[in-house]
């Protein structure tokens, strides 16, 4: 059964400081992937009981949502930052100089931003997004459901097992090439590699007009999406016969086009329902995306 898409929040600003990190050359860190297609991981916030967390490669901050969190820890917002989401600006709080723990990684003197997600369709307590794992090869290993951290690439074991493409850090979000087929034609698309949207493609409306793939795909329905800032997005429920990753072939995959326009500079984002398929190894300082189907 396909899920609706959850629009949701991106983070542009880099306010974070990082102390120190306590850790091996590599770790496991256990994880659960929840119905909704995203990677729950457990983090203690200045010494919180452990508290659930989506690991978020599309987030470019980390969130508590103040909506679950008040009564669980307690937290100085001390300042405002504009929070960028897929349709513009709004302001969030932020709370800094805070120490957040997974597994035996340590980061002090982290900046928060509390963002108080609706109750009737969040139930998570935070996001744990790029400032956490900018520093390592983030391996994501859904058939296991374990994150290992590597510091460099001598740890990764059978790395000639992978296939490499190129990653794109636009505003610390990832994004890798997808071919989309137009019959026989290829189209490039950037697609974000995001574990926290539970759906499965979504394409951003300039890059149907640029590529003019309006009316081009079998369409199955149509679907509104509210934002956590309040905008709707519509968008037509399609069927691609044929889009591809390097090798890796995804036949008929569901999508959403996006019919409304917006601001966000993003092309497109491939989602939990998709990225579960794949074993995903995600280095970025040398900015290079491996993969593979297990």
């Not at 890059?207 to 709707?232: C, P, R, W």
């Amino acid at each position: 059964m396909h899920k609706r898409p959850s629009f949701k929040n991106f983070y542009v600003p880099l306010l974070f400081v990082a102390l120190g990190i306590n850790a091996k050359a590599q770790d496991t860190i256990p994880f659960t992937l929840g119905s909704d297609n995203r990677i729950y991981i457990k983090v203690r916030v200045n010494d919180s009981k452990p508290l659930d967390f989506i690991f978020d490669t599309g987030a470019s901050s980390m969130v508590v949502n103040t909506t679950q969190t008040d009564h669980k820890i307690s937290l100085n917002f001390d300042s405002e930052v504009d929070n960028r989401g897929a349709n513009g600006f709004t302001k969030q709080a932020v709370s800094s100089n805070n120490t957040l723990q997974i597994g035996k990684f340590i980061r002090k003197k982290e900046e928060l931003l509390g963002i108080a997600y609706p109750k009737e369709h969040y139930s998570f307590d935070g996001v744990v997004g790029y400032p956490f794992f900018k520093d390592y090869l983030i391996e994501i290993d859904y058939k296991l459901e374990h994150l290992i951290m590597h510091l460099n690439e001598t740890t990764l074991s059978q790395r000639a097992t992978y296939e490499s493409l190129p990653i794109d850090l636009k505003e610390d979000v990832p994004f890798i090439d997808m071919l989309i087929f137009k019959g026989e034609k290829a189209v490039v698309v950037p697609v974000m590699i995001d574990t926290g949207f539970n759906g499965e493609l979504i394409v951003y409306h300039k890059m149907i007009k640029k590529h003019g793939l309006a009316n081009q795909f079998q369409q199955q329905g149509t679907s509104a999406s509210e934002g956590t800032d309040g905008s709707v997005i519509r968008s037509d429920r399609v069927f691609i016969p044929k889009a591809t990753i390097g090798s890796i072939e995804f036949a008929d995959l569901p999508a959403y086009f996006n019919k409304t326009p917006s601001p966000t500079s993003f092309t497109a984002i491939l989602g939990g329902q998709i990225l579960k398929e794949v074993h995903w190894v995600l280095d970025f300082k040398q900015r290079k995306a491996y993969f593979k189907v297990d």
